[in-house]
Nanobody, 124 residues
Framework: QVQLVESGGGLVQPGGSLRLSCAAS????????MDWYRQAPGHQRELVAR???????DYADSVKGRFTISRDNARNTVYLQMNSLKPEDTAVYYC??????????????????WGQGTQVTVSS
């Protein structure tokens, strides 16, 4: 199967920066897309940024110009560089990926996978 392991969360002051990482491991044939979601207390989980295998990116309006998503295909890793952080960015950030996994000699199946989440707190 596949595991997504996140790292890089923490406490930062307003205006500061953090970089999140998410590494995928397992019987990976192809990573179609990787995303970052976040969920703040009392709010629904929302898509923050997405990057496809063709390196097409998309961002939530609230983070455009401040966050940058990138991926290292050789390491099956996605990053989220977060700059100019605001208190309203405080949330648990989750990595998500659409991944084709090997199922046998020549078979694959597409599945979606989630990381365990990492807390980002922006506060003075």
């Amino acid at each position: 199967q596949v595991q997504l392991v996140e790292s890089g969360g923490g406490l930062v002051q307003p205006g500061g920066s953090l970089r999140l990482s998410c590494a995928a491991s397992g019987s990976i044939f192809n990573i179609v897309a990787m995303d970052w979601y976040r969920q703040a207390p009392g709010h629904q989980r929302e898509l923050v940024a997405r990057i496809t295998s063709a390196v097409i990116t998309d961002y939530a309006d609230s983070v455009k110009g401040r966050f940058t998503i990138s991926r290292d295909n050789a390491r099956n890793t996605v990053y989220l560089q977060m700059n100019s952080l605001k208190p309203e960015d405080t949330a648990v950030y989750y990595c998500h990926a659409d991944i084709e996994v090997r199922t046998g000699v020549a078979g694959t199946v597409l599945g979606d996978y989630w990381g365990q989440g990492t807390q980002v707190t922006v506060s003075s």
